[in-house]
């Protein structure tokens, strides 16, 4: 069992988030666990666009969350606006240091750090539709469970796959 854990504590990093985005990532993700959701990292969607971290609640509800870590961060960052096509609420995620006052009114807010987060504001919803929910769903279980399986085998041809 403690090998299975070490394995998932090494999960790559791909390099493209700072140090403050994982740690915000590792506090959201474990207060969206907490909420009942379970959570891909980093997940390509139809739009071509990749979603921070996408949540799966046991109703099927999806939610995205964008990271921000920084206030030149958002600044430089307008794409999130196409995340909406492909959940039912948009969050944002940013450390306690980053001001709420620059995010957008119509999203959530999250405030993280590495070790939890608190939904500051919660998110509008607007409800996907079936045939959007069912490609989304289909993305979040082929992710996850590719990335089970280059874990189990990591010399695998599994990473072209994500």
Do not use: N
């Amino acid at each position: 069992m403690s090998m299975q854990l070490t394995r998932l504590a090494e999960l790559p990093v791909d390099g493209r988030q700072s140090e403050t985005a994982l740690k915000v990532a590792r506090g959201t993700a474990r207060l969206l666990h907490l909420h009942g959701f379970c959570v891909v990292s980093e997940l390509s969607l139809a739009s071509g666009r990749r979603a921070d971290l996408v949540a799966l609640g046991g109703d099927g509800e999806i939610w995205i969350v964008e990271i921000k870590s920084s206030i030149a961060d958002f600044r430089a960052d307008q794409k999130w606006m196409d995340y909406r096509l492909h959940c039912d609420r948009l969050f944002f995620a940013t450390t306690v240091e980053v001001p709420c006052e620059i995010f957008q009114k119509d999203t959530g807010l999250i405030v993280a750090d590495a070790f939890g987060a608190s939904i500051v504001c919660e998110a509008p919803e607007h409800r996907l539709h079936a045939s959007t929910r069912k490609s989304m769903m289909l993305a979040i279980a082929r992710a996850a469970a590719l990335r089970l399986q280059a874990l189990a085998d990591p010399t695998g041809p599994y990473e072209a796959e994500f």
